[in-house]
T-cell receptor, first 113, second 112 residues
Framework: AQSVTQPDIHITVSEGASLELRCNYSYGATPYLFWYVQSPGQGLQLLLKYFSGDTLVQGIKGFEAEFKRSQSSFNLRKPSVHWSDAAEYFCAVGAGSGYALNFGKGTSLLVTP | DAEITQSPRHKITETGRQVTLACHQTWNHNNMFWYRQDLGHGLRLIHYSYGVHDTNKGEVSDGYSVSRSNTEDLPLTLESAASSQTSVYFC???????????FGSGTRLTVV
């Protein structure tokens, strides 16, 4: 069955430290991959996406993600976290001819001073 | 500017009542989606539409229905509201599979 897994429910990092949020997927076809961010009480905003080409993609707010087919992963990274990055982060995957996305359960990021 | 709006932002209703949540987009996107967000479950797909008069069931469609009479609107109806349908509901639209979604701000529904 198709699935998206975000292994970490909560992550705490210090401001200025680096960040990596993990996302693993299980899909038979070449996937379309997305990361979204949700601030408290808000809707979801697209951070970045991958569907072909260079496996390292750059997004907004200084985020990047790397697609690793051999590991079925699409991990999100940021070199230096800011307090304003505290939010819920969702990985989403689509595949095949459909447009609907399957979302992971999310990772809640807490940033400490 | 183009946008996607959901209404109402908050709603409290009683068990057994019919409830309709509105979603309106001015992006002219063919594809529209409804998700519910619950703690510990992330976002789960309820229904989606790829164009006028097209509707499809998602992962958690029981107790919900949608209709698509024009490009701009995809209302979500709870036929007989249940406490298990207390949730935050998000509508999204997309022009194609590589673009990603544009989300509305959500509707928080409480069924008492």
């Amino acid at each position: 069955a198709q699935s998206v897994t975000q292994p970490d429910i909560h992550i705490t990092v210090s401001e200025g430290a680096s960040l990596e949020l993990r996302c693993n997927y299980s899909y038979g076809a070449t996937p379309y991959l997305f990361w979204y961010v949700q601030s408290p009480g808000q809707g979801l905003q697209l951070l970045l996406k991958y569907f072909s080409g260079d496996t390292l993609v750059q997004g907004i707010k200084g985020f990047e993600a790397e697609f690793k087919r051999s590991q079925s992963s699409f991990n999100l990274r940021k070199p230096s976290v800011h307090w304003s990055d505290a939010a819920e982060y969702f990985c989403a995957v689509g595949a095949g001819s459909g447009y609907a996305l399957n979302f992971g359960k999310g990772t809640s990021l807490l940033v400490t001073p | 500017d183009a946008e996607i709006t959901q209404s109402p932002r908050h709603k409290i209703t009683e068990t057994g009542r019919q409830v309709t949540l509105a979603c309106h987009q001015t992006w002219n996107h063919n594809n529209m989606f409804w998700y519910r967000q619950d703690l510990g479950h992330g976002l789960r797909l309820i229904h989606y539409s790829y164009g006028v008069h097209d509707t499809n069931k998602g992962e958690v469609s029981d107790g919900y229905s949608v209709s698509r009479s024009n490009t701009e609107d995809l209302p979500l109806t709870l036929e007989s509201a249940a406490s298990s349908q207390t949730s935050v509901y998000f509508c999204a639209s997309s022009p194609d599979r590589t673009y990603g979604y544009t989300f509305g701000s959500g509707t928080r529904l409480t069924v008492v």
